[in-house]
Each structure stands twice: as C-alpha cells, then as structure tokens.
C-alpha cells in the first residue's frame, strides 16, 4: 500500500491501517476462484499474518519529515491501544521531532527497556534485537533502515536487524530515502556526485506492506534548510556545504521525481498484484524476460541495479549468466564474482552458469535456453573493444568482429542494450594489457618448455635424411605443436607455434638459413602452418575446456549421487550425520560440526559426536550462540554472509517442511566461498535433511509399531492369564462356598470331591504362577543351569508322578533302552518342560488313544567338540493335532491355537521351548499321520558319557 503525504499533510498525517489489523485488512474474498486458488490464497494470507507488517515512511532526502510522520503515526496506534517502543531514533536535528517523542518507550541496547530519559543514547546506539524479541511489542520504531551497524554486532545492517523482528512476528515502522536504494546508488552518484555507502536491498522495499511517500517540494525543503529545521543554524558551514552538493534545487528535484517515480511504480504493481489476486482478466500479455551479463568485473554491480530497475519497472523476471571459460581466475576475481552474483541474487535475480571459451556462444545460448528477451551488456567493455589491441585480439581469434557487434549479430529477435558504465566506480577496472592476450594466463615457465621442446624437434629434424624433404619437416613440426596443445594452454602452443614456424623456414624452406621464400608454393604452404597451427591450438584448447567443464559438471553429480547413495543406507541418524561429515569434508575440504535440536527448540550445548574429530575442542563459546540463532531463525548466516560474519563457520539451518533437525556449522579452508561451492553445499543440505527426515518418520513408525506390538501383548496377556487364573479361582470359589454349606456337613463323599477340586485348582493355579515365574526368567536371560548327570528313567519316573491324577484317565506307554546313558542336564527345569508338554498331552488326547514316550540315541550331526550322539525324546498323544500353519506358532507366549481346550496355560510350551534351548537342545511339535500331535527332543549327549554309557 503506497500513500502520499506531503509537508503540510504532516500534522494531520492519517494512517491507512484498519482498526482490526496493524497494517490494513486481508484481500477480499473473490467467489469467482477455484477451490486450489483459495486455499492458496488461504495459506499466502497465514504467511502473511505469521510475519510482521512493515510500513516504510519513504522519502527523497533528509529533512522532508519521515522521522515526524513516523512518529505522529506511532502515537496514533499507542492511543488505539498497542505497545509501542522506540528502538533506534536520531533525535536533537529538531525541536518539533524531539517533543514528538513524548512519553513512547525505548529499549537501548544491553538495558533493555527503558522510559525516555536521555535519548541521546539512542543516536549511536544499535538495536538490541534480543531486548525487542524478549519485550514483543506490537510496533518497533526504527530510523534510519540503511544504517551500517557497528563491528562485532549480529548484522552487518540495520534493514537485516528489521528482517530478524520482521520473522519473529513484530511490527515495524522505519524511514528510508530514495538514494539508499541498492538499485539506484548509481543513478544517485551521477545526479549529487556522492557515492552512497549505506544502502537497503530493494527486496525489502518490495516486501513492505504499506509504503508512506513523504513528499516537499525543493523551494520548501530548501526554506527549512535555511531556517536550520535540518542542520542546526550553529553550524553555517555544514548549511552552506549542503546547499551547494546534495541540496542544490537540481538534485532535489531529481531525487523527487525519482521518488515518486518509484511510488508510482509500486501503485502499479500493487494493481496487478490485485487483479490478478481477484482474477480480473488481464488487458494486456507481457512476455518480457531479461538477462544480464555477470563477471568478475567491478562493472557488473552497475549492470546488476541497472537491469534490477528495467525489470521492475517493466514487471519482468530477469536472470544473471555468468559465463565460464578456460581463463584461471584469481582469488580476487572469484571473489568479485562470487559477490556480484550474490548482490544480484539479493535483487532477485535467478543465477544462472554455464561453461563456453567462446562468450558470446554462452550468453547467447543461454539467453535461448531461457526464453531471454533482452540482454544486457555494459558499454565501456564495447568500447575498449574498438582499441588496437583488441581488434589483434580478435584477429587472433579468427574474426575481425568486436563482442558486441556478434552479440547483436547472433541474438538473433533477442534484443541488446549496451549500457554505459560511468568510469567513477568503486573499483576501477584494470586496463587489458598484453599478458591477457587472448585469455592466455599461462605461465612463463610452459612459454618457455614450449618453444624448447619446438626448438629440439626442429634441430633433430635436421638429422633425417636429405631425400625425406622439407615438406615432411613441416609436418614434424606441425605435429608437434598439435601434441604440445594437449599439454599447454592457447598461448605457449601459439606462440611454440610461431616460433617452429619461423624455424622452420629459416632452416628447411629453400633458401635456407635465410627468411625468404623463394616459391609462391612454399609462401601458401608456410601461411598454410600458420593457420593450421592456430586452429590447431584454438580447437584444442576449447575441447579441454569442455572437457574441464564436463569434468566438473561430472564430479559435482557424482559427489551428490554418492552422498545419496550413502545416505539411502543410513540406518540411523547418527549414521546420517557420520556419512555427511565424511562427504562434505571431502568435497569442500572442509569440518563439519552438527548441532541437533533439543527438546523441539533449543540446541544441545555441545557437538554431534558425528562431528569432525576434536572439533568440539576449537568451538569456541560464540559459535554455540551463532547456530542457536540460526536454529531460531532457519537462516543462513556465518562466515561468507553479512550476518554473524565474525563467524568461522558457515552456518545453515537442517530442516523439512516438517521438522527442524539442527544447525550445520561448515568451516572451509579457503579464503573465499564461490556461489557454485555455496549451491552445491545447499543441495548437500537438502539431501541431508531429507535423510534425516527420512530417519524421523521411520523412529516414528517404529515407535507406532511397537505401541500398537504393546498395546496387542498387552491384551493378549490380559486375557491370556484372566482366563487361565480366572477357572480355578472360580472352582476354588465354587468349592469353598460348598464346603461352607450346612446341607454337606454330613456328607463325606461330597466334602471329600470339594477337597479334590479344590487341590486340582489350586495345583493349576500353581503350575501357572511357575510357568509365569519361568517365562520372566527366559525373557530376561536369567536361567542360570544347574547341570547334573541324570537317568532319563528316574526324570519320566517323576514327572508321571506329578501328573498321576491328570493322567489316570490315559494309558501312558513308555519306551527306553535300559542301557540308555545318563545325560547332562538341570533335573527341577526338565521336569518343568515335560510337565508342560504331557499336562498339554493330557487335556487334548481322547481317553481310548495312548500317550506315547519314547527315548532314543542317535548320532550327532553338529560341529561342537564333546558330543558324539544325542538323545531323542518323543512325546506324542491321540488328540485332533494342529492345523499345519500353527505348528510355526505353538512355541509363541500366549499362543492359542483355533478351536483348541482352553483349559491349559498358554505359555507352558514357551516356557518348554526356553528351557529347551537353554539345555543346547531343540524341540519342534509334529501332526502325526493317525491323527494327533507329537513333540520331538533332542539334548547333546557329552562324550563322557557315551564312554561310560556301559557302566
């Protein structure tokens, strides 16, 4: 929202903000969108109301009353109720601002908040962001949105200070001039002849909700210049000096129209951005996309906020190519580059790269590629084309045409603005000087080894044979100078190219051992090696380059696909963090420190132990506070970033649309960190977040499996045990309530068959609670043998003992050898485990069919020393036996099989089973063919044994 205010308007100065919201009501509801464009309208407007409102109070110059209207606006909404504090304000330049102030709170830094008392603090003092985060007052006053912070703060900027409260949801009221735009630093050079230090990124003007244009003419803003309303008249000097510079009428006047210029802009684009939100149809078609041409040169930055204005002033997207080629750029250079790119990032460029020797066929091609209407290159390189040495340049190249004229010429429909650089910059561009000869930085060392290992060729061939013939000489040497351009660069091949040339015709060519040519056929042969040998070099060393670019390309791929394919095996996170840390320094020659989320928000006060070796020992205390800000922000920041850039680390946030998993801190060995590097270290972030959030759902659905395995044991015990105690106790219930019947006193039989049911339930009961006794000492690995040499006659002797009145009803058939060794095993726990299989045999066989045990020896088929046979206990009954998916099951705690009596315990087999298997032996349960259900033991029969098996 844009509204205009002038110098008389300030008194009255009315804000356009509802009473419902700070900064104006939602967009109307349009009935006419389609139920996916609501709900993403719904979802923009939650963004939207998640973050705070800024409202810029925007002007040409100093003095024009945006610190006034700023606060005549802050008490209008500190009398509708809201908290409002000053967080930076420059005060004493005018009574009329100073009384303004009034009783509005301020917060200084390191004090946090404070009613006014001496407000001269707040002219040097800079925000205390974390004061403001801890207070959250509905609106923050801060003056002067270009402000340079002070080294050693959190920001280098103020504006970042401002995005920070912005993100944590606090609402904002600054002022801004034009001139301290990003995009018109330029333009504003060229009008004052001031060079702007403090700038603002013109995103932030973009994303302001509402933007107040305080406007004055230039005869009234110099009338109050005058009368020392904007310096004070005890400094006459500074008056003078400002009148005749950045006051004068002229440079008032074009810093006016360029403000309103930009507030007529932004009403036109808030138009749009409002009949396209109501789906209104559109009366016009804009195919407009532009591309500026980015490299390491000083000059880019202006071609940058150059194109960042064309684009927006003709609401086109726009994107920045920097071009690759063979040349081996300095640190410097990559650092130039690296921050071009990055500034035009920040204006909202998309950043594109590709590779090309050839400049013109990059930018073009990527101009194609990207459906590019206009490029944009600057005008002073088009005209330091037109000198002497350029045009040998491209001479030298094979063509006669200066860059812009086969920019023009190969573009095609695309159109070209060649934009005049003004020669002021920051940074003055080095002149082209011979030693960037054709893009040749190669060394003077392969200059050298070049024209020597020409040099040697050309002197040995002088040793063939006379009849071979010049000519043939020739091609040795132009041979020579093709497998000289695999190994060097343009320059040493062309000029060992020259060089055999020359030696050539001074040695061979007729007259020798003179320069002349005596034939016009050696003359076209002689210009003929010349060409060859410069198309040789040229071809040769674009092909490297390809290939150079290709190999990078490749193992900018391979690294990531390697990094995914460990990561895809990771199984856990701290797997995640270990294979990260081992890509990462790896690829970027780097350490890496993790930092992971604790407790949903705060980080843990020390290293990942994934983290690179001893690591932890060189964080120093700030680093633990950088990344907790990064973590609270999900920001990049560190090192290589204006905020935290006192930082040793790069630091950026590990998150999903889901989840936030922690801060990676990545120090670098190198001094700089090119946008490539930093691209491709993003795409490493994004794969590791993916595997982390990977690694969460699965913790996740393994944690809602074992709930659900839980919740499922838990039933089934319940009801399990509730069933199996739930009989007895009610026969001991039924039987006590007999016993205490008057009617059965006399009758003994009665009281003799209670007594019995009674003794029955309670054995039950108490076979269960062994049972339950030994399954919690099977599943807690507590069964502690107490092995002893036992007959197997003496061990089916007791327990059909203990089963007498269970099995009275059974015919139980017992087959052992009477020779049968003893065997080693825990006499009370076997006893156990056969109790439970013929107490199960008991309830399931039918009393006309036997209970069979049967005892034999067989041989060992294993590989453990000491035993040589084994002993083989069969125990089979007559019941229905199982169905034959169940017989996998019957060991399970708390298996029941379908349809089966439910009269035993179900776990006594499980506990059989744990026995079993204590003892090294195994049990498996088999349907026999004439119906029924058998079990089959088997125990290791010690060799001691077997050798005393006769005594």
Known sequence: MVSLHTSSDLPQ?????SSDDDFGDSLPTDFSATPAEVLEQIQRDDEENRRGKLKIFFGMCDGVGKTYAMLHEAHERKREG??????????????????????????????????????????????????IL?????????????????????????????????????NVFTTLNVSNLESRIDTVRQITGMAVSDTVPDSLLEEADEIELIDIAPDELLKRLAEGKIIPLSNPDAIKHAANTSFRKGNLMALREMALRLASERVDQELRDYMEEQHIAETWKSGERLMVAVGPSPYSKALVRWTRRLAYSMDAPWVAVSVENSAQMSDNARTRLSENLTLA????????????????????????????????????????????????????????KTFIDRLIEESGTIDVYAIRVEEAAPEKRKTFAPSEFSRFRSSPKEYVVAV???????????????????????????STTTLLALYFGRGPVLFAGFMSGLLWNFLYIPPRFSFSIASTADGIMFGMYFVISII???????????????????????????????????????????????????????????????????????????????????VQDKEYTNAAW????????????????????????????????????????????????????????????????????????????????????????????????????AEISLAASSLADDDLADDKDARTKLAESLRKASARLNHLVENLVDITRIDSDDINLHSEWCEVSDLIGVVRARLRRELSEHTVNVEIPSDFPRVEMDFVLMEQALVNILQNAALHASQETPIKIAVTKQPYMGKKKGIKAEMRLVIA???????????????????????????????????????????????????????????????????????????
């Open 134 to 170: 801890e207070r959250k007052p509905d609106i923050v006053i801060v003056d002067d949105l270009a402000h340079k912070n002070a080294d050693g703060a959190r920001h280098l900027t103020r504006s970042e200070d401002v995005r920070e409260l912005l993100d944590n949801g606090i």
């Open 536 to 618: 040789t070099a040229v071809l040769t060393n674009r092909a490297k380059t390809q290939e150079r670019a290709v190999r990078y390309r490749e193992e900018r791929t391979s690294a990531l696909y390697h990094l995914a394919k460990d990561l895809a095996a990771a199984g856990t996170k701290a797997d995640v963090f270990r294979k990260s840390v081992v890509h990462i320094g790896r690829t970027f020659r780097a350490e890496v420190a993790f930092f992971v989320q604790h407790d949903g928000d705060l980080l843990d006060n020390a290293l990942h132990a994934a983290s690179t070796a001893k690591m932890e020992e060189d």
């Open 345 to 400: 990032r920040e204006l909202g460029a998309e950043i594109i790269s590709t590779v090309d020797d050839d400049l013109v066929s990059g930018i073009v091609r990527a101009a194609k590629q990207n459906n590019v209407s206009q490029i944009i290159v600057g005008k002073p390189f088009a005209e330091q084309e037109k000198s002497l040495w350029r045009r040998i340049v491209a001479l030298f190249k094979g063509s006669s």
């Open 82 to 131: 809201k908290v409002v504090v000053i967080a930076s304000l420059e005060m004493n330049l005018h009574p009329e601002t100073d009384a303004l102030v009034g009783d509005l709170e301020y917060i200084v830094q390191g004090k946090g908040e404070q009613r006014r008392s001496n407000l001269d603090v707040q002219n040097s003092a800079e925000i205390d962001v974390d004061a």
């Open 13 to 17: 100065s009315a804000s356009s903000f």
């Open 452 to 478: 020597c290992i020409a040099s040697a060729v050309a002197g040995l061939a002088s040793l063939l044979p006379q009849f071979v013939g010049y000519q043939s000489d020739g091609m040795i040497l132009l």
């Open 877 to 951: 009954d007559g019941g229905p036996g199982l169905p034959s998916d169940a017989l996998g099951q019957i060991f399970d705690k708390f298996y029941r099989a379908t349809g089966a009596d439910t009269d035993g315990t179900s776990f006594g087999l499980a506990v059989t089973k744990g026995i079993i298997d204590a003892h090294e032996g195994s049990i498996v349960a088999e349907n026999r063919k004439q119906g029924g259900l058998k079990f089959v033991i088997t125990l290791p029969i010690r060799e001691i044994l077997v050798e005393s098996a006769a005594k």
């Open 630 to 729: 990064v973590f609270g922000n999900q920001k990049p920041a560190g090192r290589f970033t204006s905020t935290l850039p006192n930082s040793e680390f790069y630091y950026t946030p590990l998150s999903s649309p889901r989840e936030q998993f922690g801060v990676m801190g990545v120090r670098l060995q190198s001094a700089i960190f090119p946008l490539d590097q930093k691209t491709l270290l993003e795409n490493f972030v994004s794969q590791i977040s993916s595997a982390l959030e990977r690694e969460t759902l699965n913790e996740e659905a393994q944690k809602q499996q074992l709930s659900e395995e839980a919740e499922r044991l838990h039933t089934t015990v319940l009801n399990s045990i509730s069933y199996d105690i739930r009989k007895p106790l």
